[in-house]
């Protein structure tokens, strides 16, 4: 009765490690999907810099062109203008760059401590499996 109740609790044991494993494994799964859209984010976000910096290339030839039709207090308003919308892109680019890098040291820790918990887990699936094959034995 006693190798009987040993054995039940040894199987529990074993069935609680798996189930933090595959927990555990979900886990991984989601931390790498957070990453993939955290690529394709700041992937976008390039290609958005960088169609915006065309534009503004385009805008910066075409007004040249213009500029010497224009009076000086129509190009110097003009000017500021462009440079308080630049401002403006800048603060918002540096707060996605923040957002992001805490984004990214979020999920670097979530992924530590993922990585922490399987370690946890297959060692104490470990520990159960030798607790099983000595209760083998100690029953053989």
């Not at 039940?8 to 989601?30: P, V, Y």
Request: aromatic share 2%; charged share 30%; with cysteine.
């Amino acid at each position: 009765l006693e190798a009987e109740v040993a054995q039940r609790s040894q199987l529990i044991e074993e069935l609680q490690a798996q189930e933090q494993l595959r927990d555990l494994q979900w886990a991984e799964r989601e931390n790498a999907l957070q990453r993939l859209h955290l690529g394709k984010e700041v992937y976008l976000l390039h290609q958005v810099d960088r169609t915006l910096a065309e534009q503004h290339g385009l805008e910066q030839s075409s007004s040249e062109v213009h500029e010497r039709e224009r009076s000086p207090d129509v190009v110097l308003k003009e000017a500021s203008e462009h440079a308080a919308g630049l401002a403006r892109l800048l603060r918002c680019r540096t707060e996605q760059v923040h957002l992001l890098e805490q984004e990214n040291e979020q999920l670097q820790s979530s992924l530590a401590a993922a990585d922490r918990a399987r370690a946890a887990a297959d060692g104490e699936a470990a520990l159960a499996r030798q607790m099983e094959v000595g209760a083998e034995q100690k029953l053989k």
